[in-house]
């Protein structure tokens, strides 16, 4: 089954503290990962994706396939970084739908 | 450039009545979906339209939900006889979706469903 797993539906930080969001995924074939992220009164928008491999916003993250995993991190937070963070599994040979996660909230405190 | 919009913003309704909420996608966007966001819970597929071709329905959660698109611009999503479950925001995403470089969906602002 094609599934993804965010285990905190909330994550509360204080500025300058490093955070990890986790994200785990069930899924058979080669996995396409990427977080979007919505800011307050925001809309949805796309974060990183794991096959860039690269930095936005200080972000990370770094598919582990033995682990199933997608974690988001960033060594130090920003009170800026505060929103909710989703997991999504795209199924490229099903039109590239998203199967997302439950979401975590991030909060960073001053 | 305009990105896509979504109408109503918001949409109450009685139980049992029909409702059809509307799509623009970004233009020259081939690819167009529609996730459902209930309240604490994460986007759930609903259905994929690209181009031409059949829709992947497979999301949608029962036969009162439906969904079209002309060509590849609007789509409405119909739901009828709506029940108190159905209250959620509805989104939609167009994305040029040509491939793997291309795989960037962009959302909508949501329509926020309230069944009474």
């Known amino acids: 089954a094609q599934r993804v797993t965010q285990p905190e539906k909330l994550l509360s930080v204080f500025k300058g503290a490093p955070v990890e969001l986790k994200c785990n995924y069930s899924?058979?074939?080669?996995?396409?990962l990427f977080w979007y992220v919505q800011y307050s009164r925001q809309r949805l928008q796309l974060l990183l994706r794991?096959?860039s491999r690269e930095s936005i916003k200080g972000f990370t993250a770094d598919l582990n396939k033995g682990e199933t995993s997608f974690h988001l991190k960033k060594p130090f937070a920003q009170e800026e970084d505060s929103a909710m963070y989703y997991c999504?599994?795209?199924?490229?040979?099903?039109?590239?739908?998203?199967?997302f996660g439950q979401g975590t909230e991030l909060s960073v405190k001053p | 450039g305009a990105g896509v919009s979504q109408s109503p913003s918001n949409k109450v309704t009685e139980k049992g009545k029909d409702v059809e909420l509307r799509c623009d996608p970004i233009?020259?966007?081939?690819?167009l979906y529609w996730y459902r966001q209930r309240l604490g819970q994460g986007l759930e597929f609903l259905i994929y339209?690209?181009?031409?071709?059949?829709?992947?329905k497979s999301g949608l959660p029962s036969d009162r939900f439906s969904a079209e698109r002309t060509g590849e611009s609007v789509s409405t999503l119909t739901i009828q006889r709506t029940q108190q479950e159905d209250s959620a925001v509805y989104l939609c995403?167009?994305?040029?979706?040509?491939?793997?470089?291309?795989?960037?969906?962009?959302f909508g602002p949501g329509t926020r469903l309230t069944v009474t």
């Open positions: 899924y058979s074939g080669s996995p396409e």
């Open positions: 995403a167009s994305s040029p979706f040509l491939g793997l470089d291309s795989y960037e969906q962009y």
């Open positions: 233009s020259g966007h081939t690819a």
């Open positions: 794991h096959i």
């Open positions: 339209f690209q181009g031409n071709s059949a829709p992947d």
């Open positions: 999504a599994l795209m199924i490229y040979n099903q039109g590239g739908k998203l199967i």
